[in-house]
């Protein structure tokens, strides 16, 4: 399955580190690419960091507005899944979720419009109890996954962890 995540609603210094953790969370359970707007783009390098150390190629872009996006994604097949308290029960729809080929995934921020909800294909609450945009994201992306996402190894990577019980265990690539 491919999966995007557009993560809208942003307040500018004030989410920052909510939006890196979105995308970190996006990149390390398997999503392809992360839309974003109004954010410091600092936010770009810290990802590419990650992925020039952690190995893959997760993208990151910058849009102007969410609804060009996800009216584009629609037409390239995406189903849009929307993010919210107010939504169906995940335990209800994981299954017809799975079932698809290309997903945008919507997080908010702040208050979300009204228009998204119409928008959307599949309105999911991760329990109906406000909590987290990180959280509810790595939640529905495990569901929908079963854990696949955690078996990927990037030969790219510089740094690769050997799991182990006790302390920490870390293969360096040498370049020549
Ligand atoms: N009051 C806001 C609204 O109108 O949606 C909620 C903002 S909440 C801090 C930020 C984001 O976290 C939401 O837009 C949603 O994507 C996600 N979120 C929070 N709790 C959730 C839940 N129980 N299920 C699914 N997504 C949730």
Redesign the pocket.
């Known amino acids: 399955m491919k999966i995007e995540v557009l993560r809208i609603g942003q307040r500018v210094v004030r989410d920052d580190r909510v939006t890196t953790h979105v995308a970190l969370v996006s990149r390390a359970f398997g999503v392809s690419k992360i839309l974003l707007n109004e954010v410091n783009p600092d936010i770009k390098k810290t990802i590419f960091q990650v992925n020039k150390n952690w190995g893959g190629n997760f993208n990151v872009e910058f849009i102007d507005g969410w609804k060009n996006i996800l009216k584009s994604k629609k037409d390239e097949s995406f189903k849009i899944v929307?993010?919210?308290?107010y939504?169906e029960n995940i335990n209800a729809i994981a299954e017809r979720i799975e079932q698809e080929k290309k997903i945008l995934i919507?997080?908010?921020?702040?208050?979300?419009p009204r228009e998204i909800y119409d928008f959307a294909d599949y309105n999911?609450?991760?329990?109906?109890?406000?909590?987290?945009?990180i959280s509810?994201l790595a939640v529905l992306l495990d569901r929908i996954q079963h854990g696949k996402q955690f078996q990927v190894r990037y030969d790219s990577a510089l740094r690769r962890i050997i799991p182990t019980n006790k302390g920490k265990k870390v293969v360096r690539k040498t370049i020549e």
């Open positions: 929307h993010l919210t308290m939504g919507v997080v908010g921020a702040e208050k979300v999911v609450a991760i329990g109906n109890q406000p909590h987290s945009e509810a």
